[in-house]
Structures are given as C-alpha cells and as structure tokens.
T-cell receptor
Framework: AQSVAQPEDQVNVAEGNPLTVKCTYS??????LFWYVQYPNRGLQFLLK??????LVKGSYGFEAEFNKSQTSFHLKKPSALVSDSALYFC??????????FGTGTRLLVSP | GAVVSQHPSWVICKSGTSVKIECRSL??????MFWYRQFPKQSLMLMAT?????????EQGVEKDKFLINHASLTLSTLTVTSAHPEDSSFYIC????????????FGNGTRLTVT
C-alpha cells in the first residue's frame, strides 16, 4: 500500500540547534508530498510541499525539506530551532484529488 | 490566505444525542471538503470526502449512518454524529481546498467532541 512513514515518535532538540524530522515514502509514480504542523487542540497548518522541480523545497517559518528519490525520503529540516517550533509534525502524500494520507506524526520538543 | 472555519471548537453531549459540526470555507469555494478524526496522540484518519451537491464518499470502516455528512453549498459542509456514544469522543478536523490541484489543503481548527 502507498504510504508515508515517520519513524520517530518524538524528536528532542535544543533551541538554536538544527532539527530534522524524518519522513520516508512508499508511493508509486511521482509522489506529491507535504508537511503540516499541528499545535495543541488546533487544526493543521501547511508548511511546504513537493510536487516536481527542485529537490530542496523551502516553506513557511524557515522550514525546508529535501526530496531524495534514491532514499525515498522527504525529511523536514530547519537550521536553527525555536522553542515555539515545538508541535506535532505530519508528513503526508496525495492519493487523489486533494485527498491526503498522513503519517503517524512526530512530536518535536525544542528545549530552551 | 484561504481560511477554513470549524464550529464548534468543542462540544460535550450526552450519550444517545446527536451533534452537528460545521465546516466553512470563508473566502473561497470548495467543491470538496474532507473530514478527519484524530485520536489522542495519533495521526489523522480520513473519514469521508464531502462533495458539494452529491453524496459523501466514506472510507472503509466508517459508518455512513453514524456520521452523516451534508455538503449543501460550496462553502459549507456539516458532519453530524448521530446517537453519539462515548467511543465517538475524539477530535474531528475538516479540510477544504480550491479547485487548483496543486494548492494545499486548508484545515479547520478542529472540534473536540466529548460524549458522556
């Protein structure tokens, strides 16, 4: 089955350090991949997407992600983490018209 | 930017009653809206696709008679949880997108339903 996987339930990083939240995909054809962030008791906010083109995608709030076809990965990165980045992050792929399927989510905790 | 409004943000109801959750696209028309359910500390599970002017498409395992979806206009979809039970308690989130296939979906802020 086509899916995305987030192997880490939680990622801990100190403020100011770079962060990486991992996502791998198992999608036939050209994958359409997304990253969303969720703050407590809120809906999801769009961060970035990969459709085609440059493998390095820049998104909101200083986040970026690199599409790596050989490793079937789409890891989310930020050069310098902020405490306010602490949230739940979801990788997702598009399975049909506007139909997203989400990974299990990774909780990011940035310590001061 | 595109805004999706979801109401109420939280609701408590008694077992056996029905609860309606509204999802509105405030500044764009959405022919398709999606309803998700999220259990604590878990991912979002797609429940159904709401199509304006036609019947909703439900994912496997989702009871259509339990979760009634109505998409009466291009800006409003409703989810009604009928004869609610405590196991229906969850966080329900809707999303909507424009007609542009490449545009990201926009999500409501969710509704926390607690059935007592």
């Amino acid at each position: 089955a086509q899916s995305v996987a987030q192997p880490e339930d939680q990622v801990n990083v100190a403020e100011g350090n770079p962060l990486t939240v991992k996502c791998t995909y198992s999608v036939s054809g050209n994958p359409y991949l997304f990253w969303y962030v969720q703050y407590p008791n809120r809906g999801l906010q769009f961060l970035l997407k990969y459709i085609t083109g440059d493998n390095l995608v820049k998104g909101s709030y200083g986040f970026e992600a690199e599409f790596n076809k050989s490793q079937t990965s789409f890891h989310l990165k930020k050069p310098s983490a902020l405490v306010s980045d602490s949230a739940l992050y979801f990788c997702a792929h598009l399975t049909g018209f506007q139909k997203l399927v989400f990974g299990t989510g990774t909780r990011l905790l940035v310590s001061p | 930017g595109a805004v999706v409004s979801q109401h109420p943000s939280w609701v408590i109801c008694k077992s056996g009653t029905s609860v309606k959750i509204e999802c509105r696209s405030l500044d764009f028309q959405a022919t398709t809206m999606f309803w998700y359910r999220q259990f604590p500390k878990q991912s979002l599970m797609l429940m159904a696709t709401s199509n304006e002017g036609s019947k909703a498409t439900y994912e496997q395992g989702v009871e259509k008679d339990k979760f009634l979806i109505n998409h009466a206009s291009l800006t409003l979809s409703t989810l009604t949880v009928t004869s609610a039970h405590p196991e229906d308690s969850s966080f329900y989130i809707c999303s909507a997108g424009t007609a542009d296939y490449n545009s990201p979906l926009h999500f409501g802020n969710g509704t926390r339903l607690t059935v007592t």
